[in-house]
């Protein structure tokens, strides 16, 4: 599984292949990783021991480690693909188009067009490998087409409700 890592407005793309093995942007690591009671975690990285804090706040994960305090951003590779498809990081204005992030089936389609949604409004329940996923309108307007109807299968890519 990959992860998109941020700290301190650096990205790091981390992927983990197999238990003690890490690739971090593309440079294979040696990790063993024990967590503790009370968010205190032990690595050794390289042949390297750390001791490290973590508490999640806030959607962040706050990282004391070697006497230094990281904010660190975490998400995986499915959620940046379904955030990407929907807008994610969508501009406050114009056009909107939310896309399918994989091959699925429409299960619903909440909104119909004309209508306003609000930032974080569901507009599409796709089922895709016997999860629904929740595709949300990445900020408030108002549904300009609806290209979908509930029991659609879409490809990857197909585009299925845009918004302005």
């Keep these: 599984m990959k992860y998109i890592t941020t700290v301190h407005d650096q990205t790091y793309e981390i992927e983990i292949n197999r238990e003690g093995e890490v690739q971090i942007n593309g440079e294979l690591r040696t990790v063993d990783f024990h967590g503790g009671a009370h968010g205190i975690f032990s690595l050794i990285i390289d042949n390297h021991s750390y001791e490290a804090i973590v508490e999640e706040r806030d959607g ?3 990282v004391l480690i070697t006497g230094d305090l990281y904010e660190v951003g975490v998400t995986d590779e499915r959620s940046l693909r379904l955030a990407e498809a929907s807008g994610g990081l969508a501009s406050a204005t114009g056009e909107i188009s939310i896309q399918s992030p994989m091959p699925g089936l429409i299960v619903a ?18 089922e895709s490998m016997k999860m629904q996923n929740e595709l949300k309108s990445p900020r408030a307007g108002v549904v300009h087409r609806v290209n979908v109807k509930a029991g659609d299968n879409v490809e990857q890519s197909k585009l299925l409700v845009t918004i302005t």
Excluded: D, F, S
């Design 109 to 126: 389609v909440p909104v119909e067009e004309g209508q306003e949604v609000a930032a974080g409004q569901t507009v599409v329940i796709l």
């Design 60 to 62: 962040k994960y706050h």
